[in-house]
Nanobody, 112 residues
Framework: QVQLVESGGGLVEPGGSLRLSCTVS????????SAWFRQAPGKKREGVSC????????YYADSVKGRFTISRDDVRNTLYLQMNNLTSEDTALYFCSLGTSWGQGTQVTVSA
């Protein structure tokens, strides 16, 4: 059974940084698309960034380009999301996915 566990969320001031981690167990990451999504209160879940399995590309939502960086460590079976220059608009529950599996999410709150 594939399990994904996110960590690294928290409360940060505007302009601050956080690094989210998503540890995968029960599967290797190789061969699957991996991604970060987020859902703010009252809003739909949106894609933030992903590693595409089909073309090997890395994609970012326009709202996070230049501020967020996705990376992965296939030895540690972990997906990361480095988030810099955070704003209140980034406040959300952040989820990772691997193929069709999802984690439970980690809360990111940006507030002064």
């Amino acid at each position: 059974q594939v399990q994904l566990v996110e960590s690294g969320g928290g409360l940060v001031e505007p302009g601050g940084s956080l690094r989210l981690s998503c540890t995968v167990s029960g599967s290797t990451m190789d061969g699957y698309a991996s991604a970060w999504f987020r859902q703010a209160p009252g809003k739909k879940r949106e894609g933030v960034s992903c590693f595409s399995h089909s073309d090997g590309g890395i994609y970012y939502a326009d709202s996070v380009k230049g501020r967020f960086t996705i990376s992965r460590d296939d030895v540690r079976n972990t997906l990361y999301l480095q988030m810099n220059n955070l704003t209140s608009e980034d406040t959300a529950l952040y989820f990772c996915s691997l193929g069709t599996s999802w984690g439970q999410g980690t809360q990111v709150t940006v507030s002064a």
